[in-house]
């Protein structure tokens, strides 16, 4: 499965914006799918993953102000931001998802080019 995310651009602090991800390809079988980040000289981190319709999980510096969501008929994964912060300036990434023994999400597929978020003060 291929999955190619949008939505990205300049925002202010405080400011909202609201990714997409489509899917294509057979998604038949994965149940979940997830957003990550690669900040500037940082590794790529897990963000949010959401598992069927509606089960979500975040990482803790973006609860409260993201939600993830997915419109299964679309095949399409949703990521609103609010309440930006500069911290949250990056490259934003979806992919199909699993979890390992002790919880951690990982990505299954490959890397698409991923869309750049960039928050100004």
């Known amino acids: 499965v291929q999955l190619q995310a949008s939505g990205g651009g300049l925002v202010q602090a405080g400011g909202s914006l609201r990714l997409s991800c489509v899917a294509a390809g057979n998604t038949l079988g994965i149940t979940s799918f997830g957003w990550f980040r690669r900040a500037p000289g940082k590794q790529r981190e897990w963000v949010a993953t959401?598992?069927?319709?509606?089960?979500?999980n975040y990482v803790d510096s973006v609860k409260g102000r993201f939600i993830i969501s997915r419109d299964l008929s679309k095949n399409t994964v949703f990521l609103e931001m609010n309440g930006l912060k500069p911290e949250d300036t990056a490259v934003y990434y979806c992919?199909?998802?699993?979890?390992?023994?002790?919880?951690?999400?990982?990505?299954?597929?490959?890397w698409g080019q991923g869309t750049q978020v960039t928050v100004s003060s």
């Open positions: 959401i598992t069927g319709g509606t089960g979500a």
């Open positions: 992919n199909a998802v699993d979890s390992d023994s002790v919880g951690d999400y990982f990505a299954l597929g490959p």
